[in-house]
């Protein structure tokens, strides 16, 4: 049996599913999260136009830490959505179940929790420079990305994740 890898597009249309998915746990916990900030935010605004240089750099590093804050938590929602999805049982999460994808490693096996987190950081590195970690599974030949390469794994489809890798 031979191994159908996954392509870029295939790829892709799964992660608008998983997008989604994610959009909608993201909501039920930045709304909680902005409610607190926005809150402690404005309470200490005050008067913006008597504040003083000081308060104003203030205010200015507590957007700031605030918006780290939020991008801390959802960069951990996504690994964690992810990581433990593809070392699941099902080896896919919600998207690639739904397009018949699952990943391994390039032995066909399951992934160890360990092996998906650092793929799933890898894909940090793949998102950054305009996207060609990613844009790179078009091109190599067993359709993987900068963070299947650096993890050692594959995302076939279904019917050929028990084929001979």
């Not at 404005?42 to 957007?63: L, R």
């Amino acid at each position: 049996m031979n191994t159908t890898y996954a392509g870029f597009w295939l790829r892709f249309v799964a992660y608008i599913i998983d997008a989604i998915i994610l959009y909608i746990i993201y909501a039920f916990v930045l709304t909680p999260l902005f409610a607190v900030f926005g809150l402690t935010f404005f309470s200490q605004m005050g008067n913006v136009e008597t504040m003083t240089e000081a308060e104003a750099v203030g205010a200015v590093a507590s957007i700031m830490g605030a918006m780290m804050s939020v991008v801390i938590v959802l960069t951990g929602i996504s690994i964690a959505y992810f990581s433990i999805m593809e070392a699941s049982k099902y080896q896919a999460t919600v998207g690639k179940m739904a397009i018949g994808l699952v990943v391994t490693d390039v032995n066909g096996n399951r992934l160890s929790i360990g092996k998906a987190i650092v793929r799933n950081l890898c894909r940090i590195l793949s998102g950054s420079f305009m996207a060609i970690g990613y844009i790179i599974a078009g091109f190599t030949e067993k359709k993987q990305a900068l963070h299947d390469l650096i993890a050692g794994t594959l995302v076939v489809k279904k019917a050929s994740a028990t084929a001979q890798v």
